[in-house]
């Protein structure tokens, strides 16, 4: 909880009672490595904060090819915010790539929050705002060629390069498992 905490007081003040009211309404959830937090066709219905691991956002384009748009680690929201504000069916998956522990809100809790806490509102735009900056950023350029994207995503994400298995990353690049291979060997 403590993480949570100081990542919230990043973006505004919360006297104790706040706090106290935060943390009563947060549950710790475990996902298992390959777990959902949330899926394609379903409405979210959760927000939560990564404690420890690592979630992807992916889809599936027209042509059934699985593909990663992102990945969530330590210290981050997660959540398909636009879908559950809208209370639609989400169009992506958030996978879980390692074990995790997160800190999960219910919709309901989330949004209690902005009616008992001034300021809450401030706070929780500034959080979502960077977590969907952090959703839709860092997308390989695919006409970089693939060994300035791999060495742009070996920049945005060090502390994942040797985190989560290389499909994944090979699908977030935009190129095959043996392209990324090769890619790998050629830049030791």
């Known amino acids: 909880m403590e993480e949570m905490i100081e990542y919230m007081l990043r973006f505004g003040n919360l006297n104790k009672q706040q706090i106290d009211l935060i943390v009563s309404k947060a549950q710790p959830r475990e996902l298992k490595k390959e777990d959902y937090f949330s899926e394609a066709g379903k409405v979210p219905k959760e927000v939560g904060f990564v404690v420890e691991g690592v979630i ?22 997660v959540c ?8 639609t069916s989400s169009s992506e998956y958030l996978q879980a790539i390692t074990d995790c522990n997160l800190i999960v809100f219910s ?13 809450w509102d401030n706070i929780k735009n500034k959080m979502v ?60």
Request: one cysteine or more; glycine letters at 4%.
């Open 107 to 119: 919709k309901k809790d989330w949004e209690e929050l902005s009616h008992i806490i001034v300021g």
């Open 56 to 77: 992807r956002g992916c889809y599936y384009n027209n042509k059934g090819d699985e593909i990663t748009r992102c990945f969530i680690s330590e210290n981050s929201l």
């Open 80 to 87: 398909d915010y636009v879908n559950l504000e809208a209370n």
């Open 129 to 188: 705002q960077l977590c969907m900056y952090q959703k839709s950023r860092k997308g390989p350029v695919i006409s970089q060629d693939a060994t300035t994207r791999y060495l742009e995503f070996m920049e945005n994400y060090p502390s994942l390069v040797n985190r989560i298995p290389l499909a994944y990353i090979a699908s977030y690049l935009g190129v095959t498992q043996q392209s990324l291979s090769r890619i790998r060997k050629n830049i030791r």
